[in-house]
């Protein structure tokens, strides 16, 4: 995985960086408890600010980054469960 952030600092910090130090999938979880397990370690990080600020630059994707779960290049509060859609969409058919 590539942290762009990451490569342009000091190593010293890079070490320090918890998605170095734990399994960065985490940060790119399917379960909505994993994702906010991500955004808690990313807390602790060192370069926490500006991994946020260059993520939101980007407009990363998907995934966390600075602490936040970015989809389709924005913040967004937190991951929905996998599940049936809501009830009321109507999945574009005319009522
Ligand atoms: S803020 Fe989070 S995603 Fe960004 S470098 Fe730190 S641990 Fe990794």
Redesign the pocket.
């Known amino acids: 995985m590539t942290?762009s952030?990451?490569d342009r600092v000091p190593e010293e910090l890079q070490q320090l960086?918890?998605?170095?130090i734990n399994d960065p999938d985490l940060?790119f979880a399917e379960s909505p408890s994993d994702v906010e397990h991500?955004k808690t370690?990313?807390q602790?990080?060192?370069?926490?600010a500006l991994?946020?600020d260059n993520?939101l630059e980007r407009r990363e994707p998907w995934?966390?980054?600075?602490?936040e779960l970015f989809l389709q290049g924005v913040v967004i509060p937190r991951k929905r469960p996998r599940g049936r859609p809501r009830k009321d969409t109507n999945n574009g058919v005319a009522a």
């Open positions: 942290i952030v990451l960086a918890p998605c170095r940060w991500a370690l990313c602790d990080c060192p370069v926490q991994c946020l993520a995934g966390v980054w600075g602490g």
